[in-house]
Structure formats: structure tokens, C-alpha cells
């Protein structure tokens, strides 16, 4: 009976919840790198009661908040199958920042929030590198009411990727002093791989600590029995502690009669003890220089709670004030929702064996495209996130394939595509074989070590691989203004030769490389090429209305990104009338849904449209009109409700056969999402 009214309850949900400041495509939850990554998809939170969270790639992971209101229990969050005797509470609105996801609903004679904080503190390393997120559940009265509550919740092995019998894991619990630690193991299994994504050598932890002075109680056991004792009791004092299939680790947090709001917080992990796989040695999360296990990272987050929980609202604060001033309300909106997502794809390690924090890398996987590690091409679009918030994190990321490149491992005379096919592990590609695109990653290298240097002023970075950045530079006056055939970021176009997407790339990459090393021959070159693709239409059409994809082909046309990083840099490669005429040509080739890629596809990129909208407000080029088109086209995909996947920065622009203009293709959760800050960036360097 109730599966046939579920339709009828959502419907009349649907007409009351309120979402701040829209609704996305997935809420973020648990988002602290790329194994605690944890959703819940936008389409379903009109029924959070019954909605489990959801990895990135849409398994579903058991995670449940219970509350019991006098007798009567409710399903706050999580629990597909409500049980005898639960109701489902109802939802009155649902809010994302920065950093939390918020969510608001009535249960009888109770009010509740909860809300999921993932801290994002980029200049705390110790808490940036934490491998654990927050729920805080908040109980006040509704109305006059005074109410007696419990609140429960319960995870369970989904989160290391077992979903059969419990023989293929072990658990534990710690108690140190008055923190609870839960923890569940896979055994039998390798470091450094993953099902399905899923870590498999990790430890799920779920840490719970008492309110106040009121009573904590907790079991494991088999998640309906779990339960019901919660709902027939209000704790779980006197519930088994024996693990079997399908059970749970459960608290119950007595929160007393309730007058006046009152809240409960733990603190859900995912511990990889090592994290990665670096050049033939184990390196592990920053945060282990100060814990090495579930017991002392539950006490060290929970401690640190209220002012992981300050800093994120002053942040969130900030963030919508400065992104408001730079594009309007919508392209707030985008960026609080992909600030998460992008620090959620790196991991901040030190090594294993020394746990070192002088030696600092930053690893980045390539999530849902092919999993590699440090990709430069998914590095390129994300440091106008890093420009703004954490400029040494360009540097963070940066130096392990500057390390790798330095060891000569790497036979070639251009930078590596990845330095690993499979994260986390970061073993190169000694044999020479990695994916072909060795302009691309010349140009991204030298333009992001310029960016690195002129958001920090540091020149030593650049002066320890001063030799390779010298090869590289080398590289591109020999080969760049006419690219061999190849692939380039813009993939669609395939392996192709002359791509001016490459050559104006080449250009701007050459003079940053004069500026760093104070060569201006290399500068006086790269802008002789700008001057030969743009002045002398070596680049653009007949009628120099736009640049064209591929030289000499005047009909071909695409979203010339690269031009941002010249604009954002000063670096004056190109003429401000260059951008302009790119600017203007983009209302022309506009589809319904928003600017394609490039003459050859009917779908966009939200990375690239938003270094489109950067470039169109440089100087000289006051085009609001182009800035806002590409703002409210990406707002549009992410509040159009077609969607229900973590950010996808690649939408459908134009209706193709089954493929609607709106919807998401193909990639979802990536960290090319911190290019949404371009915006932003222009503004300067290091704003937080």
C-alpha cells in the first residue's frame, strides 16, 4: 500500500520543498577525495526520506539518519525500506554552499536539519587532507511541542565496496575517552586497487561522540533488527553486537526533550593507510602525520569540528559574495557547487615512510574519464580554483610529474600525458607509451608553471627544473605553430594535424616561458606566431570573423579557451582585438542549449565556456552580454532538472536523436570544474 501512494507523496512534496539556491543535478555529502565521495542525486531529494547516497558513480552506499519522535519513528534520510511502524518525514527544503548540504524537514512533533559538511580548507593542510566529512543532525521542536527524541543512523560495508557476505571483512570498535569509532576492513585484497572505483584496501569509519551529557548508545548487527530495536526502544542499549550479512554500525544519540535546538555530529571516513603509489613508494594522506588510526582521527575531526565548521561558513560566505560581484547570482550558483567536487578529486600525501610534511604532493584522479593520475590536461582547466583560493596547490600538483620527468624516466622530449593509467597508482610510463599529445601537454606545463610563479611570486619552483622547462620550451619552437598530427584536449577533433586550438596554445605557452626565464626570444617568438595566426589569418577565416578549428579550413570554428590564460596573465600574446573577434563570433554559432565545442559537435563543455566567458571580460573587451550567455547556459544544465550526476562539465547543446539539449554526456564528478572560477580569477590571485 505504501509503494502505490510513494508517487502521490512525492508529488505533493514536490509542490512545497524549497531549494536554495537551486536545485543541482546531485548534492554533494561526503566529498573529501576520490574514495570518500559520497552524493545524493538532485532528482531524488524530493524523497530523502527514502534516497540512499550514492558514490560518484551512482552504487548506492547505506547511510541512514532515524528519528524517533515520542514513540513515532521517521525516516529522516536513506532508508529505501521504511519498516513497521516508521513514516517517512517530509521535506521543506534543501540548500547547498560552498561547503554544506542542507537539508530541512518536519517529523510530527519535530523540526530537523541535517547538514553535511565537507571542509574545504586549502592552507590547513592537516584538515584539507582529512579523509573524513561531517553530519550534524538538529532536533528542535515544532511549534509549541515538546517533544522526546532519538536520533539514529547506521553505515555499513557498502562504503569499501563489499556488498555480499560478511566473511570478505572485519570490523572493530574503538573507544578513546568519549569518542566512538566504528570501522569495517576488506580482507584479502591488494593495495592500490579498486572495483567498480571503490577503494578495496581501505577502512570505513564512522565516529560518534555523546551530546552533551545524554546517553550514546551503539550495536552492530543486521540492519533491520538494528532498527526496529531504535524504533520500539529510542536507543540500542541491549542490541546485538554480532556481524552478519547485512548488518550495520549503528549509533542512537538520546537528545532529551527538546525545547530548544539541539545537535548531534559524527564524522564518517574513509581511511587509506597507504594512499598512493608514487614512483615505486607508498605515500600517505597529510593528515597522518598527526593520526595513523580510526581511533585518533575520530577524536582528532570531532575536536575540530566547530572550527572545521567556522571557517567553511565564513568561506561560503565569501565565495557567493565574490562570485555574485564577479557574474551575478547563477554563476554563484556554479561555482559553490563545483568548489567541493574539484578538491574532492585530490589526494594532499607525504611519504609513507618518513610522513615528511616539507615533502608535498598533490595528486589528482582523473575521475570518470580513465581514472589516471595527474593528468595535465585535467590539471590545465583547474587552476583558476587554485589561483583564487590556493595558489600553491598549482605547484602541489605539478611536482610529481616534475619529479618524474626529472628521473629521464620518461623518454620523450615533451612533458607526459598522466604520470599513471590507473589511480592510485603513479608508476609513469617509463616505456614511452602513454596518450599522444605532446603539444598539449608542452603548452599546458609551461603556461601553468607561469601561472604558479605569477600568483606567488616563487621563481625557485621554477629554477629547480629550469633545464626541463628549457626542453620543453625548445619543443615547441620546433613544433608547435604546426602541429603534427595529434590529439589535443579537444578530443573530438581526433588525431589531426594544424589545430589552431594548438598553435595559439603554442604562442601563448612560448611567451610565458620568456617572462618566467626572462628569455624575451621566446617571447618575441611566441607573439610573431600570435601575429602570423591572427594578424595574417594563418588562424582565422577569410573574412577574419573567427579562428578556425584547423588552419585553412574557414568554415570550421571552435571555443578557443586557450586565449584565457593569455588574458588572465597579461601576457599580451594575442591583442585584445583577437579576443574580441572571437567573442563576438560565439552568439552566431550558439545552439539551443548553449555553445558547442566546436564546429563538429552538438555539445559543450562547462570548463571551456567558462574560460569563454573569462576571456570575453578582458580588458578592452567589456562584452557582459557574451559573459552572461555562457553563465546562464551552464546554470540553465545544472537547474533544468534533466540531470542526476554529480557536476557533468559536457552537456548536449542541441537535440540529436535520443540525446536531449540539456542533458549530461558521458562525464560526471570530474575536477576540470574548477575552471568554473575563471570568472573569479580574473579578479587576482590568492582572494581567500
Known sequence: MLLSLLPLLVQLVQCTAIFVPVQPPSYPLAVRNPYLNAWVPGDQVYNLPYTSAQFWNGVNLTWSVIARVNEQSYSLFGVPSLGPGVQAAVLEKAEYTATHSTFFLTAGEAFFVLDFLSPISPANLTRQSTSYSYLTVSASPNGGARPKVSVYTDMDNTWIGQFSTAVQLSWDWKLSADTSAFSVTPQGVDDFTEVNDIAQWGTAVYCGRPTGSMPLSLAVGEVNHIRADHAANGTLEGSSWDWVANSVMAYSQDMGTVTAPINTTFAIGYLRTPALYYDYQERSTYFEAACRDEGCGCTAVLDDFAAADAEARTLDAELTSRATAAGGSKYSDIVTLSARQAFGAMDITIPSLTLDTSNVMAFVKE??????????????????????????????????????LATGAWPDNFPVHDIGSNYPNATGHNDGKAEYM?????????????????????????????????????????????????????????????????????????????????????SDLGRAWAKTIYNDQLGTDAKQTHFTCIYGEDNSWGLQYNLFQDALLDLQTFPTEAY???????????????????????????????????????????????????????????????????????????????????????YRNRPVVGGHFALLAMGGAGQF
Open 367 to 404: 575521475i570518470s574519464s580513465d581514472g589516471n593520475v595527474n593528468t595535465i590536461d585535467v590539471i590545465y582547466p583547474m587552476p583558476p580554483m587554485l589561483y583564487v583560493m590556493a595558489p600553491n596547490y598549482i605547484r602541489m600538483l605539478l611536482e610529481p610529474n616534475m619529479e618524474y
Open 438 to 522: 605532446p603539444a598539449e601537454t608542452t603548452g599546458d606545463l609551461l603556461t601553468l608553471a607561469c601561472m604558479y610563479a605569477s600568483a606567488t611570486g616563487d621563481n625557485y619552483w621554477f629554477s629547480r627544473f629550469a633545464s626541463l622547462f628549457q626542453t620543453y620550451a625548445d619543443y615547441l619552437v620546433a613544433h608547435g605553430l604546426h602541429a603534427a598530427p595529434q590529439m589535443s584536449s579537444d578530443d573530438s577533433l581526433g588525431v589531426i594535424a594544424n589545430q589552431t586550438g594548438l598553435g595559439i596554445k603554442s604562442a601563448i605557452a612560448l611567451n610565458a616561458y620568456g617572462v618566467m626565464s626572462g628569455q624575451s626570444n621566446y
Open 580 to 666: 574580441a573577434m572571437q567573442t563576438k563570433y560565439y552568439r552566431s554559432v550558439r545552439m539551443k542549449a548553449g555553445l558547442p565545442l566546436n564546429s563538429l559537435v552538438d555539445w559543450g563543455k562547462t570548463d571551456w565556456m567558462s574560460f569563454g566567458a573569462a576571456t570575453a571580460m578582458a580588458s578592452g573587451v567589456a562584452n557582459e552580454g557574451v559573459r552572461d550567455m555562457f553563465v546562464n547556459d551552464i546554470h540553465a544544465f545544472i537547474s533544468n532538472g534533466q540531470n542526476a550526476v554529480p557536476f557533468s562539465d559536457k552537456f548536449h547543446v542541441q537535440q540529436n536523436g535520443s540525446f536531449d539539449a540539456g542533458k549530461w554526456d558521458q
